[in-house]
């Protein structure tokens, strides 16, 4: 059975950083490519950011690019989100999502930016 389990987030100050890691199960991890999305209150899903199987190249929502960097370890069958230099928009609840079969979704790790 797959799972995705998104872990990290908390309240941090305007200019902080946090980390999200994503850990996934149930399915040949290192040969599909995952994505972070985010959703704050009354508005859609949107993209964060997104990582390849293979090469591991990465690919940014303009929100968030230079800011935030997505990474994975095969190994550990884990994704991770670094974001820094946080500001209040980026307020939200994060979820990664698998691109196996027809896509698998985390049950989401909620982010506050706030002083």
């Known amino acids: 059975q797959v799972h995705l389990v998104e872990s990290g987030g908390g309240l941090v100050q305007p200019g902080g950083s946090l980390r999200l890691s994503c850990i996934a199960s149930?399915?040949?991890?290192?040969?599909?490519?995952v994505s972070w999305y985010r959703q704050a209150p009354g508005k859609e899903r949107e993209f964060v950011a997104h990582?390849?199987?293979?090469?591991?190249?990465?690919n940014y929502a303009d929100s968030v690019k230079g800011r935030f960097t997505m990474s994975r370890d095969n190994d550990k069958n884990t994704v991770y989100l670094q974001m820094n230099n946080m500001k209040p928009e980026d307020t939200a609840i994060y979820y990664c999502?698998?691109?196996?079969?027809?896509?698998?979704w985390g049950q989401g790790t909620q982010v506050t930016v706030s002083s």
């Open positions: 149930g399915f040949p991890f290192s040969n599909y490519p």
């Open positions: 999502k698998a691109y196996y079969l027809y896509g698998f």
């Open positions: 990582i390849s199987s293979g090469s591991g190249s990465t």
